[in-house]
Antibody, heavy 120, light 107 residues
Framework: EVQLVESGGGLVQPGGSLRLSCAASGFTFDDYAMHWVRQAPGKGLEWVSGISWNSGRIGYADSVKGRFTISRDNPKNSLYLQMSSLRPEDTALYYC?????????????WGQGTLVTVSS | DIQMTQSPSSLSASIGDRVTITCRASQGISNYLAWFQQKPGKAPKSLIYAASSLQSGVPSKFSGSGSGTDFTLTISSLQPEDFATYYCQQYNSYPFTFGQGTRLEIK
């Protein structure tokens, strides 16, 4: 059974940094792309970033480009999102999601999310 | 970036009805289109990929069609568990983008 467990969310001041982690299990992690998707309170889904199986292909939403960095550690079955220069509009539930295949693809399994609140 | 526009934004329907949600891409995306269902307080669930392929375990009452810029999601014989918010997403090119969502409510 695919399991994705996010951690690292919390309250941070504007301009601050935070690192999200996602622990994956139940599938061969290094065979699949991974994604981060967020959802602001009461709003729709926003794709944040994606990374291919070998980190060779990475993409970001325009809203986070230059501020967020996605990475993965295949031996540790873990996905990360380093967030810096955080803004109030980054407040959201951040989902870790498994890609359908090894490169760019949609997400077929999702975690339950970790909440990030950016506020002074 | 590719913009995805869903219509309608909300929809009221009755148990047993058949409904159709549309999604339009601002440029051609071939068939790199996925549909998701999200219920309140829950993570999204993948329903359809490649515009018309049913995800494993998803009932056949859900169907998708389209290619290029225009796509549809059809749900037949609505049941109480189908009332949720539905999103389309293009995965043709980074950055991937979602539609704004369609909230399906019971009439």
């Amino acid at each position: 059974e695919v399991q994705l467990v996010e951690s690292g969310g919390g309250l941070v001041q504007p301009g601050g940094s935070l690192r999200l982690s996602c622990a994956a299990s139940g599938f061969t992690f290094d065979d699949y792309a991974m994604h981060w998707v967020r959802q602001a309170p009461g709003k729709g889904l926003e794709w944040v970033s994606g990374i291919s199986w070998n980190s060779g292909r990475i993409g970001y939403a325009d809203s986070v480009k230059g501020r967020f960095t996605i990475s993965r550690d295949n031996p540790k079955n873990s996905l990360y999102l380093q967030m810096s220069s955080l803004r109030p509009e980054d407040t959201a539930l951040y989902y870790c999601a498994k890609g359908f295949e090894y490169s760019t693809s949609f997400a077929d399994y999702w975690g339950q999310g970790t909440l990030v609140t950016v506020s002074s | 970036d590719i913009q995805m526009t869903q219509s309608p934004s909300s929809l009221s329907a009755s148990i047993g009805d058949r409904v159709t949600i549309t999604c339009r891409a601002s440029q051609g995306i071939s068939n790199y289109l996925a549909w998701f269902q999200q219920k309140p307080g829950k993570a999204p669930k993948s329903l359809i990929y490649a515009a018309s392929s049913l995800q494993s375990g998803v009932p056949s009452k859900f169907s998708g069609s389209g290619s290029g810029t225009d796509f549809t999601l059809t749900i037949s014989s609505l049941q109480p568990e189908d009332f949720a918010t539905y999103y389309c997403q293009q995965y043709n090119s980074y950055p991937f983008t979602f539609g704004q969502g369609t909230r399906l409510e019971i009439k």
